[in-house]
């Protein structure tokens, strides 16, 4: 199935592009669509992961709601995925 | 207000004003309408209305019976004309300025340097309703003065004694040997930041005393010394009032998926990664 991820600021500079579209496997989770994403963009994964994970600096949003770092949440067709640096507006 | 550009793109003066009168009169039946033209012949001296300015003066109003009137004078920007209109229009139409800001209809086969909303040969192939539609689609443009305007015609001003506003702009510099920002240029989360916005505006107006709360912030590039985000609240008294203005701006800044580049003489990075 088609997810759709959206990348801003530094982000999307870093993968050249604002919206990605992956395909991942029905039930797929979060993070898997995350590693789908990462896995032809190096530039992107090295400012995203650390040893442990996330980049503390980065959040995960599922249809607008921030997931706290939790991947394992289960996705559905159609869902919108964003990847954020720190917000920074005013 | 909603702001529509119209350019002359090869067809002609006469099927420009054509066009023109056409979207005129749709964006009349949804509001008020002003229009600003741009003409580089127009020069201190020529093109006057009936009397001309007083001699001397930088500024002349001619007023006639039921509040009509004609004006001329010098010193005035495009930004500042449809700053001036923002407050008490609906829609502005602004005719030959090819780097607005705003989307534009073109008429003739001649391509514009930003976004547009139709290419049209003439009126007959113009569709002005949905030209209108579109341009209520764009992000308005906002000013503290329209804002302002906006929350004292609330239907519970009579309860309200305190308007209190925060107004962000452009800092050039934040120490003697900073080097000068020229400007920032803000991305915005579309549908997921207005989402945000507007539940944090709902949150602030549910409180005792508030009656009305408007939050704006611009977005693209913003200029050194221009306004970039303002805060609007309507209260029955000043407490409540500095209160909500000063949580609308926190809560804005920190949870609205906004993101600044700064432009210095230098140089340009990310906000976030300069903490």
Redesign the interface.
């Known amino acids: 199935m088609h997810v759709e991820w959206?990348l801003?600021?530094?982000l999307a500079e870093h993968a050249d592009d604002r919206t990605v579209a992956v395909e991942v496997a029905s039930g797929a989770t979060v993070g898997e669509a995350l590693e789908e994403l990462l896995s032809d963009r190096p530039a992107l994964a090295d400012r995203v992961r650390t040893d442990g994970g996330l980049a503390g600096?980065v959040s995960v949003?599922k249809n607008?709601a921030d997931l706290g770092g939790d991947l394992d949440d289960e996705l559905e067709s159609g869902d919108e995925l964003?990847l954020?640096?720190?917000?920074?507006?005013? | 207000m909603h702001v529509l550009g119209i350019l002359d793109g090869g067809a002609g003066e006469e099927t420009v004003e054509r066009c023109l009168d056409r979207l005129v009169s749709e964006l009349g039946g949804r509001g008020r309408v002003g229009v600003v033209r741009y003409d580089a012949t127009i020069a201190d001296g020529l093109h006057m209305p009936e009397t001309g300015p007083a001699a001397g003066s930088d500024v002349t109003y001619e007023l006639g019976a039921d509040g009509d009137w004609l004006a001329s004078g010098t010193g005035l920007s495009i930004d500042e004309a449809l700053d001036s209109l923002a407050p008490d229009c609906a829609y502005a139409v602004v005719v030959g300025v090819p780097s607005l800001a705003e989307p534009a209809v073109v008429v003739g086969d001649a391509d514009a340097e930003g976004e547009t909303i139709a290419a049209v040969s003439g009126p007959g192939e113009l569709d002005p309703a949905a030209v209108a539609d579109a341009i209520e689609r764009h992000e308005p443009r906002e000013t503290l003065e329209s804002l302002v305007r906006e929350v004292k015609g609330s239907p519970r001003a009579e309860r309200a004694g305190a308007i209190a506003t925060f107004t962000?702009r452009v800092r050039a510099k934040d120490a003697p040997d900073d080097a000068r920002t020229e400007a920032l240029e803000?991305?915005k989360?579309d549908?997921?930041a207005d989402?945000r916005l507007h539940a944090i505006r709902e949150e602030l107006e549910a409180r005792e005393g508030v009656y009305e709360v408007r939050l704006h912030?611009r977005t693209g590039v913003v200029r050194d010394g221009e306004d970039?985000?303002f805060v609007v609240v309507l209260a029955g008294h000043r407490e409540e009032a500095f209160a909500t203005v000063e949580d609308g701006?926190n809560r804005?800044?920190?949870?609205?998926?906004?993101?600044?580049?700064e432009i210095t003489v230098d140089d340009e990075f990310?906000?976030?990664?300069r903490?």
């Open positions: 959206k801003f600021a530094d600096d949003l607008g964003a954020l640096p720190p917000v920074s507006g005013g | 962000g803000f991305e989360y549908g997921v989402r912030h970039i985000v701006i804005l800044k920190s949870e609205v998926p906004l993101f600044k580049k990310w906000v976030h990664d903490p």
